[in-house]
Protein backbone atom coordinates (compact mmCIF):
# COMPACT_ATOMS: atom_id res chain seq x y z
CA UNK A 1 0.00 0.00 0.00
CA UNK A 2 0.98 3.63 -0.57
CA UNK A 3 0.20 6.57 1.24
CA UNK A 4 0.40 9.81 0.56
CA UNK A 5 -0.65 12.96 2.85
CA UNK A 6 -0.28 16.62 1.54
CA UNK A 7 -0.77 19.40 3.56
CA UNK A 8 0.40 22.21 1.68
CA UNK A 9 2.04 23.35 -1.28
CA UNK A 10 1.11 23.87 -5.04
CA UNK A 11 0.75 21.46 -7.20
CA UNK A 12 0.11 21.58 -11.28
CA UNK A 13 -0.44 17.93 -11.42
CA UNK A 14 -0.63 14.59 -8.59
CA UNK A 15 -0.68 11.25 -9.80
CA UNK A 16 -1.74 8.16 -7.97
CA UNK A 17 -1.21 5.11 -10.11
CA UNK A 18 -0.35 1.74 -9.65
CA UNK A 19 -0.82 -2.04 -10.96
CA UNK A 20 -1.66 -4.81 -9.67
CA UNK A 21 1.66 -6.69 -10.08
CA UNK A 22 3.49 -4.43 -8.15
CA UNK A 23 3.22 -3.14 -4.36
CA UNK A 24 1.05 -0.49 -5.18
CA UNK A 25 -2.19 -2.41 -5.30
CA UNK A 26 -4.12 0.14 -3.04
CA UNK A 27 -3.06 3.65 -2.68
CA UNK A 28 -4.52 5.73 0.02
CA UNK A 29 -4.24 10.12 0.08
CA UNK A 30 -5.14 12.94 2.01
CA UNK A 31 -4.73 16.45 0.82
CA UNK A 32 -5.62 18.58 3.91
CA UNK A 33 -4.59 21.98 2.06
CA UNK A 34 -2.73 23.10 -0.63
CA UNK A 35 -3.55 24.08 -4.36
CA UNK A 36 -3.71 21.26 -7.36
CA UNK A 37 -4.53 22.17 -10.72
CA UNK A 38 -5.04 18.44 -11.54
CA UNK A 39 -5.40 15.15 -9.47
CA UNK A 40 -5.19 11.75 -11.73
CA UNK A 41 -6.56 9.01 -10.03
CA UNK A 42 -5.52 5.88 -12.51
CA UNK A 43 -4.45 2.29 -13.24
CA UNK A 44 -5.27 -0.90 -11.82
CA UNK A 45 -4.67 -0.37 -8.62
CA UNK A 46 -7.52 1.03 -6.21
CA UNK A 47 -7.62 4.51 -5.24
CA UNK A 48 -9.31 6.16 -2.12
CA UNK A 49 -7.99 9.87 -1.44
CA UNK A 50 -9.66 12.26 1.03
CA UNK A 51 -10.07 16.22 0.35
CA UNK A 52 -10.37 18.71 2.57
CA UNK A 53 -12.49 22.05 2.84
CA UNK A 54 -8.78 23.54 3.24
CA UNK A 55 -7.57 22.05 -0.01
CA UNK A 56 -7.89 23.78 -3.71
CA UNK A 57 -8.43 21.14 -6.56
CA UNK A 58 -9.46 22.34 -10.02
CA UNK A 59 -10.06 19.49 -12.41
CA UNK A 60 -10.34 15.37 -10.92
CA UNK A 61 -9.59 13.00 -13.66
CA UNK A 62 -11.09 9.50 -12.70
CA UNK A 63 -9.51 6.85 -15.63
CA UNK A 64 -8.25 2.83 -14.96
CA UNK A 65 -9.47 -0.87 -14.04
CA UNK A 66 -9.34 0.18 -10.36
CA UNK A 67 -11.82 1.35 -7.92
CA UNK A 68 -11.36 4.99 -7.10
CA UNK A 69 -12.80 6.56 -4.10
CA UNK A 70 -12.90 10.20 -3.44
CA UNK A 71 -14.41 11.66 -0.45
CA UNK A 72 -14.92 15.29 -0.39
CA UNK A 73 -14.71 16.63 2.82
CA UNK A 74 -16.19 20.30 2.16
CA UNK A 75 -13.79 20.41 -0.71
CA UNK A 76 -14.72 22.26 -3.71
CA UNK A 77 -13.89 21.06 -7.11
CA UNK A 78 -14.28 22.63 -10.42
CA UNK A 79 -14.10 19.65 -12.66
CA UNK A 80 -14.70 16.01 -12.15
CA UNK A 81 -13.99 13.78 -15.45
CA UNK A 82 -14.53 9.88 -15.67
CA UNK A 83 -12.94 8.13 -18.28
CA UNK A 84 -13.14 4.62 -17.32
CA UNK A 85 -13.65 1.93 -14.40
CA UNK A 86 -16.11 2.31 -11.43
CA UNK A 87 -15.70 5.32 -9.78
CA UNK A 88 -17.28 6.64 -6.22
CA UNK A 89 -17.27 10.27 -5.42
CA UNK A 90 -19.07 11.08 -1.66
CA UNK A 91 -20.09 14.98 -1.27
CA UNK A 92 -20.77 16.17 2.42
CA UNK A 93 -22.56 19.33 1.01
CA UNK A 94 -24.62 21.02 -2.15
CA UNK A 95 -22.49 22.60 -4.80
CA UNK A 96 -19.25 21.05 -4.04
CA UNK A 97 -18.76 19.67 -7.70
CA UNK A 98 -18.81 21.86 -10.96
CA UNK A 99 -19.03 20.55 -14.27
CA UNK A 100 -18.69 16.52 -14.09
CA UNK A 101 -18.31 14.64 -17.90
CA UNK A 102 -18.58 10.49 -17.58
CA UNK A 103 -16.90 9.81 -20.31
CA UNK A 104 -16.82 5.43 -20.41
CA UNK A 105 -17.63 3.62 -17.13
CA UNK A 106 -19.15 4.22 -13.66
CA UNK A 107 -19.39 6.85 -11.40
CA UNK A 108 -21.46 6.87 -8.12
CA UNK A 109 -21.99 10.25 -6.72
CA UNK A 110 -23.39 10.30 -2.88
CA UNK A 111 -24.49 13.10 -0.61
CA UNK A 112 -26.81 15.09 0.45
CA UNK A 113 -28.05 17.98 -1.74
CA UNK A 114 -25.78 18.22 -4.74
CA UNK A 115 -26.74 20.13 -6.98
CA UNK A 116 -25.92 21.66 -10.49
CA UNK A 117 -24.90 25.22 -10.34
CA UNK A 118 -25.49 28.28 -12.54
CA UNK A 119 -23.04 27.57 -15.87
CA UNK A 120 -22.43 23.80 -14.69
CA UNK A 121 -23.16 20.52 -16.86
CA UNK A 122 -23.18 17.06 -15.84
CA UNK A 123 -23.14 15.20 -19.19
CA UNK A 124 -22.34 11.55 -20.21
CA UNK A 125 -20.62 11.01 -23.01
CA UNK A 126 -21.10 7.22 -24.65
CA UNK A 127 -23.82 4.89 -24.43
CA UNK A 128 -21.05 3.15 -21.82
CA UNK A 129 -21.43 5.98 -19.69
CA UNK A 130 -23.23 5.89 -16.49
CA UNK A 131 -24.07 8.36 -13.27
CA UNK A 132 -26.02 7.08 -10.52
CA UNK A 133 -27.14 9.91 -7.72
CA UNK A 134 -27.47 8.21 -4.34
CA UNK A 135 -29.24 10.72 -2.89
CA UNK A 136 -31.14 13.99 -3.60
CA UNK A 137 -29.97 16.08 -7.53
CA UNK A 138 -31.14 19.31 -7.92
CA UNK A 139 -30.45 21.26 -11.41
CA UNK A 140 -30.40 25.50 -9.96
CA UNK A 141 -31.33 27.71 -12.96
CA UNK A 142 -28.75 28.25 -15.29
CA UNK A 143 -27.64 24.49 -14.72
CA UNK A 144 -27.79 21.71 -17.17
CA UNK A 145 -28.12 17.98 -16.96
CA UNK A 146 -27.83 16.72 -20.09
Do not use: H, P, W
Given at each position: MNTVNISGGTFDRVIFTGDTNSSATFNVGTISRGSIGSLLLEGASDNTVDISSNAVVSSLQLDGSGANTVNLNGASIDLVEQYQGVATVNVTASDLMGSLYVSN????????????????TYRLGTSGAQLNIVDQLTVKRGGTLN
Amino acid sequence: MNTVNISGGTFDRVIFTGDTNSSATFNVGTISRGSIGSLLLEGASDNTVDISSNAVVSSLQLDGSGANTVNLNGASIDLVEQYQGVATVNVTASDLMGSLYVSNGTMNVAGSALAIADGNTYRLGTSGAQLNIVDQLTVKRGGTLN
